[in-house]
């Protein structure tokens, strides 16, 4: 590996995973930016804890092991994802009272420096399966960032009919097309490419805005509260902005020491000690996330551990300055998150100018929930197809109607993981008593 194995770098590793896991426990933020949008079920308890740990797992557990740990163990250094995504796990997997904080920071902190150690180990338990699934399972969130870009048009539809609903659709599938197309540009030297995800989903939150702003069912009385779901969110992050700063110094600190790195180029470009290049590459990555994960934010109340990865950019530059250097990214990364959460506080305010709807939070949490539970269903079809192809998709198909004959039925939301993760179980029972043949 990259990085060196001493006792700075088990701390360091130790509190990134310690702080990543607390911060997804106590609901403030959590990597996955499929995940973020499914909290508002939780928070507002129209779903329990353990289907928002099955989600979170089945959203993460593929990428951890079919991307994070081989993408690390090959450029020797930790992708971020692999850490981050793991702590979402750990942080979900139990109730979000002071007892389980403790315990789920203990926990991440553990996995920290075992992931230190161990990262090739890892990888050869889960390849020696009888029959690996774990990569398939990435499919289950594989169209959550794509889908989600839909519910303001869907919200739309609900508040103002159909054609309005269906104008905000085509723009942004219109904006999404486009910045697929022409979204990669170069400035001198630099080259920034785009998020079409995200870049759509703005988009279409925009559009949102300005058709919530012009409704004629808008009084002057509604004016300048119908965001407050929105401003509510924004407040919660902000209450937690100092935890928030302590994670974005730990994030450029452990960036510093070489221990993770923010994405596959940056990766490879550290790697092989192009560290400008890295930042370069960083920067344009991040400009691509800014939509992405500030709108995310915003309409969840729950930020990301390392925020729009802008604390990688100075991170990187600070590399070979020894303590100075590393003294320097910590409060640097520190001093980028917090302002990342005042910003969402401005973009909060802007909101908040608009004229608002009376039905405006209700039919936007109604949109939501539909686009997600759709989502997780097809995401969780693809997957089992490509575990088991003769039954996957049966399995999940059934699973889905069968739920809502039963006499205590589960989340919709959780029917895809649940029935991608299931199968993958079965598949392998079946391969041990002989009745699915390895091709």
């Given at each position: 590996?990259?990085?060196?194995?001493?006792?700075?770098?088990?701390?360091?590793?130790?509190?990134?995973?310690?702080?990543?896991?607390?911060?997804?426990?106590?609901?403030?933020?959590?990597?996955?930016?499929?995940?973020?949008?499914?909290?508002?079920?939780?928070?507002?308890?129209?779903?329990?804890?353990?289907?928002?740990?099955?989600?979170?797992?089945?959203?993460?557990?593929?990428?951890?092991?079919?991307?994070?740990?081989?993408?690390?163990?090959?450029?020797?250094?930790?992708?971020?994802?692999?850490?981050?995504?793991?702590?979402?796990?750990?942080?979900?997997?139990?109730?979000?009272?002071?007892?389980?904080?403790?315990?789920?920071?203990?926990?991440?902190?553990?996995?920290?420096?075992?992931?230190?150690?161990?990262?090739?180990?890892?990888?050869?338990?889960?390849?020696?399966?009888?029959?690996?699934?774990?990569?398939?399972?990435?499919?289950?969130?594989?169209?959550?960032?794509?889908?989600?870009?839909?519910?303001?048009?869907?919200?739309?539809?609900?508040?103002?009919?159909?054609?309005?609903?269906?104008?905000?659709?085509?723009?942004?599938?219109?904006?999404?097309?486009?910045?697929?197309?022409?979204?990669?540009?170069?400035?001198?030297?630099?080259?920034?490419?785009?998020?079409?995800?995200?870049?759509?989903?703005?988009?279409?939150?925009?559009?949102?805005?300005?058709v919530a702003a012009t409704d004629k069912k808008t009084n002057s009385a509604q004016a300048g509260s119908a965001f407050a779901i929105f401003e509510k969110n924004i407040d919660r992050i902000k209450k937690n902005m100092?935890?928030?700063?302590?994670?974005?110094?730990?994030?450029?600190?452990?960036?510093?020491?070489?221990?993770?790195?923010?994405?596959?180029?940056?990766?490879?470009?550290?790697?092989?000690?192009?560290?400008?290049?890295?930042?370069?590459?960083?920067?344009?990555?991040?400009?691509?996330?800014?939509?992405?994960?500030?709108?995310?934010?915003?309409?969840?109340?729950?930020?990301?551990?390392?925020?729009?990865?802008?604390?990688?950019?100075?991170?990187?530059?600070?590399?070979?300055m020894g303590i100075m250097g590393l003294a320097g990214s910590f409060v640097v990364g520190a001093l980028i998150m917090m302002l990342e959460v005042l910003l969402l506080g401005f973009i909060a305010k802007g909101m908040d100018?608009?004229?608002?709807?009376?039905?405006?939070?209700?039919?936007?949490?109604?949109?939501?929930?539909?686009?997600?539970?759709?989502?997780?269903?097809?995401?969780?079809?693809?997957?089992?197809?490509?575990?088991?192809?003769?039954?996957?998709?049966?399995?999940?198909?059934?699973?889905?109607?069968?739920?809502?004959?039963?006499?205590?039925?589960?989340?919709?939301?959780?029917?895809?993981?649940?029935?991608?993760?299931?199968?993958?179980?079965?598949?392998?029972?079946?391969?041990?008593?002989?009745?699915?043949?390895?091709?």
């Amino acid at each position: 590996m990259i990085f060196e194995i001493n006792a700075l770098t088990v701390i360091v590793m130790a509190a990134l995973g310690g702080i990543c896991t607390y911060l997804a426990n106590q609901n403030i933020a959590v990597f996955h930016d499929g995940l973020r949008p499914i909290f508002p079920q939780y928070l507002d308890g129209k779903m329990d804890r353990k289907t928002l740990f099955a989600t979170s797992f089945a959203l993460s557990f593929g990428l951890v092991i079919g991307f994070g740990l081989p993408t690390s163990v090959a450029g020797k250094i930790i992708i971020v994802h692999t850490i981050m995504l793991a702590c979402d796990i750990f942080g979900t997997m139990l109730p979000d009272d002071k007892k389980s904080a403790i315990i789920s920071t203990a926990i991440g902190a553990v996995f920290g420096v075992l992931l230190l150690y161990g990262m090739q180990t890892i990888i050869d338990i889960f390849a020696n399966l009888p029959i690996d699934f774990t990569g398939s399972l990435g499919t289950v969130g594989g169209l959550i960032t794509l889908a989600f870009c839909v519910f303001p048009a869907i919200a739309v539809a609900y508040q103002a009919g159909f054609t309005k609903g269906a104008i905000v659709l085509a723009i942004t599938m219109l904006t999404k097309h486009i910045i697929t197309l022409h979204g990669t540009f170069r400035m001198n030297d630099l080259t920034i490419s785009l998020n079409s995800d995200g870049m759509a989903l703005l988009v279409s939150i925009i559009a949102m805005i300005v058709v919530a702003a012009t409704d004629k069912k808008t009084n002057s009385a509604q004016a300048g509260s119908a965001f407050a779901i929105f401003e509510k969110n924004i407040d919660r992050i902000k209450k937690n902005m100092l935890i928030l700063g302590l994670s974005g110094g730990i994030v450029a600190v452990a960036t510093t020491l070489l221990l993770i790195a923010e994405g596959p180029a940056s990766l490879q470009l550290t790697a092989d000690g192009l560290y400008t290049e890295a930042a370069m590459v960083a920067l344009g990555r991040t400009l691509g996330f800014i939509p992405l994960v500030m709108t995310t934010a915003i309409i969840s109340g729950v930020y990301s551990p390392a925020g729009t990865k802008a604390v990688h950019v100075p991170a990187l530059l600070f590399i070979n300055m020894g303590i100075m250097g590393l003294a320097g990214s910590f409060v640097v990364g520190a001093l980028i998150m917090m302002l990342e959460v005042l910003l969402l506080g401005f973009i909060a305010k802007g909101m908040d100018k608009f004229p608002g709807m009376k039905e405006l939070g209700d039919n936007t949490r109604t949109a939501m929930s539909k686009v997600l539970d759709l989502a997780l269903l097809v995401g969780g079809m693809m997957a089992a197809n490509q575990i088991a192809p003769t039954i996957g998709y049966i399995w999940v198909i059934g699973l889905h109607f069968l739920n809502q004959t039963a006499k205590k039925p589960i989340s919709p939301m959780a029917i895809g993981p649940i029935g991608a993760i299931s199968m993958g179980i079965i598949v392998n029972i079946l391969h041990l008593i002989g009745l699915f043949p390895i091709a």
